[in-house]
């Protein structure tokens, strides 16, 4: 016993002072893609990009609710390298907002009465609508001391009559339809839903599947969505903390 308690006070102290200071992120971390915007006639690789996370419009943008954050995105444009910045800033309001081109529109706060309800404490049933679990892992590893979610007010709760939203992972399978059905009406009103991982945005790997529907947005209203295969617990967290109205900076980057 002694001894954890040695070993406890060499550990010292170990929360992150996040969003006071963005820790630095190891070198094979993939935050936001950054997608080569010069050229204009580019070729996409589909055999690299089989859920169409480039996209060619006028010019070339990529949709982070299908980017599954893999190595063969880097070359899936004949000219130009993707580049996966360091920046894990990614969540946002609106779907459309997640195609980007040269800047994002990351996620605004809630209405202020909505805020006022919410702001200073926000409880969240979690539903895992067919993920494979590292959406899940990602989230549950923001309670752990590192992360500390509750400290900013945020905690998970068992049922959803308890919650004030929704926090989903999955493409949505057709055996869990009804229980996120029922689940969502449960939650008494004025709910939030926030979409977590590129299957919960999009259908993500399983996009078209005959047994799955392709995000939560099929079934019900999204207020936030998250994007990453899986979303680091920063990323999840900054989209908390954006829809609460505690990170009002940069709201476009
Ligand atoms: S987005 Fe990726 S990590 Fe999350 S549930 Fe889907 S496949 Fe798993």
């Known amino acids: ?50 859920l169409g996370a480039v996209v060619l419009e006028k010019k070339p943008a990529i949709d982070m609710g299908k980017c599954l954050f893999n190595e063969d995105m880097k070359t ?50 979690e539903v895992c609508a067919g993920s494979c679990g590292g959406c899940d892992a990602e989230i549950q590893a923001m309670g752990n001391v590192v992360f500390d979610l509750s400290r900013f007010g945020i905690q998970f709760v068992a049922s959803p009559r308890h919650a004030d939203g929704l926090m989903i992972t999955g493409p949505v399978t057709k055996n869990m339809e009804l229980a996120l059905r029922k689940t969502y009406e449960a939650v008494p009103q004025s709910k939030i839903v926030i979409a977590v991982g590129a299957c919960a945005i999009s259908g993500g790997p399983f996009q078209g599947g005959k047994e799955v529907h392709n995000g ?36 476009r980057i």
């Open 216 to 251: 939560v947005e099929e079934l019900i209203p999204v207020d936030l969505y998250i994007p990453g295969c899986p979303p680091h617990p920063l990323t999840i967290l900054d989209g908390l903390l954006r829809l609460l109205g505690r990170l009002q900076n940069e709201k």
């Open 76 to 125: 899936v444009c004949s000219k130009g390298t993707l580049i996966y910045s360091q920046d894990h800033r990614m969540a946002v309001s609106k779907r459309e907002d997640l195609i980007i081109q040269d800047e994002v529109r990351l996620a605004t706060a809630l209405n202020e009465k909505t805020r006022r309800i919410f702001g200073r404490s926000l409880k969240l049933r």
């Open 1 to 50: 016993m002694w001894g954890v308690i040695v070993n406890r006070f060499k550990q010292g102290f170990r929360t992150l002072s996040y969003p006071k200071e963005i820790p630095s992120f190891p070198k094979r971390f993939r935050g936001r893609p950054i997608i080569p915007t010069t050229e204009t006639q580019f070729l996409i690789d589909k055999e690299k990009d089989p």
